[in-house]
């Protein structure tokens, strides 16, 4: 299971740091994923990371602003978004797919999903 948090409104060119909370995990080949969502658009891929590792991936229009990361021993993963810009607007979902390491799994082969918490920015 997955539950994200820590969404809120923030101000253009704020910051906010989401965090997802995983339980259940069995394995070590898993892979985390952030995925957004604004009104009227498709669900899209923002960042990911692969467990107890550092490889990641971004999204190109949140290269540099946005950091991914884990706290794996505690079954923590963030997504730490700085300069944030009125396009992040989008409900925010952390997602996770087990038994595969591959940082570009596509959107439909994660498995689990969070519940989502809305990101507004003001500008």
């Known amino acids: 299971q997955l539950q994200a948090f820590g969404g809120g409104l923030v101000q253009a060119g704020g910051s906010l740091r989401l965090s997802c909370a995983v339980s259940g995990r069995t394995s070590n080949r898993y892979n985390m994923g952030w995925f957004r969502q604004a009104p009227g658009k498709e669900r899209m891929f923002v960042a990911a990371?692969?467990?107890?590792?550092?490889?990641?991936r971004y999204l190109d229009s949140v290269k540099g602003r946005f950091t991914v990361s884990g706290d794996f021993a505690k079954n923590m993963v963030y997504l730490q978004m700085n300069n944030l810009k009125s396009v992040d607007t989008a409900v925010y979902y952390c997602a996770a797919r087990g038994g595969v390491v591959a940082l570009y799994l596509p959107i439909n082969e994660y498995s689990n999903w969070g519940q989502g918490t809305l990101v507004t920015v003001s500008s």
């Open positions: 990371v692969t467990w107890n590792s550092n490889s990641t």
